[in-house]
Antibody
Framework: QVQLVESGGGVVQPGRSLRLSCAASGFTFSNHAMHWVRQAPGKGLEWVAYISYHGSYKIYAGSVKGRFTISRDDFESTVFLQMDSLRLDDTALYFC????????????WGPGTLVTVSS | QSPLTQPAAVSGSPGQSITISCTGTTNDVGRYNYVSWYQQYPGKAPRLMIYDVSNRPSGVSNRFSGSKSGNTASLTISGLQTEDEADYYCSSFTTINNWVFGGGTKLTVL
């Protein structure tokens, strides 16, 4: 069955960096685009980033553009989110999600990893 | 303020039907039939319930249905059950090639 497991979250000071990973299994990873979506404590969902199935097309939300970088390793079936220049408002539960090919939505989600930016 | 507007809360009694609206613009909901709906229980990951406005993934009850008119999409849940009590989020693809979510609607089954 499809499984996504995020890791790499933690507590970090403002201005520092963190790298999240999402290990995928149960499907042909290289055939699917991937998303990162976040949810601040007590708040709604916010789409963060997308990477195409071949990795050459990446798009970002305006709130993270220039600070976050999405990438993937198809050999390891893993998608990454490099987060630099972290701010207090980046505190959130970060989900990775599989793109449902051709349907412009996310059909499977991981349980999330918590990132806390605090001084 | 979220790009897509949803009511903060709706409620209904078991067996009744409820509808959650999701209002966007001509740059997202009104432009594409790429509206999706997600169900989320507290502390859990979202679950896809509807995609492409009105399609249900395998395993989703046919009590859930979606529609769209102009810039507003809707999720209808018929025959409400206690297990439907959750947060619901709409999402749409946009003309600037990204995705946006609504602010979420808390459904209470009385």
């Amino acid at each position: 069955q499809v499984q996504l497991v995020e890791s790499g979250g933690g507590v970090v000071q403002p201005g520092r960096s963190l790298r999240l990973s999402c290990a995928a299994s149960g499907f042909t990873f290289s055939n699917h685009a991937m998303h990162w979506v976040r949810q601040a404590p007590g708040k709604g969902l916010e789409w963060v980033a997308y990477i195409s199935y071949h990795g050459s097309y990446k798009i970002y939300a305006g709130s993270v553009k220039g600070r976050f970088t999405i990438s993937r390793d198809d050999f390891e079936s893993t998608v990454f989110l490099q987060m630099d220049s972290l701010r207090l408002d980046d505190t959130a539960l970060y989900f990775c999600a599989r793109d449902a090919s051709g349907q412009y939505c996310a059909d499977y989600w991981g349980p999330g990893t918590l990132v806390t930016v605090s001084s | 303020q979220s790009p897509l507007t949803q009511p903060a809360a709706v409620s209904g009694s078991p067996g009744q039907s409820i509808t959650i609206s999701c209002t966007g613009t001509t740059n997202d909901v009104g432009r594409y039939n790429y509206v999706s709906w997600y169900q989320q229980y507290p502390g859990k990951a979202p679950r896809l319930m509807i995609y492409d406005v009105s399609n249900r993934p395998s395993g989703v009850s046919n009590r859930f249905s979606g529609s769209k008119s102009g810039n507003t999409a809707s999720l209808t849940i018929s025959g409400l059950q206690t297990e439907d009590e959750a947060d619901y989020y709409c999402s749409s693809f946009t003309t600037i090639n990204n995705w946006v979510f609504g602010g979420g609607t808390k459904l209470t089954v009385l």
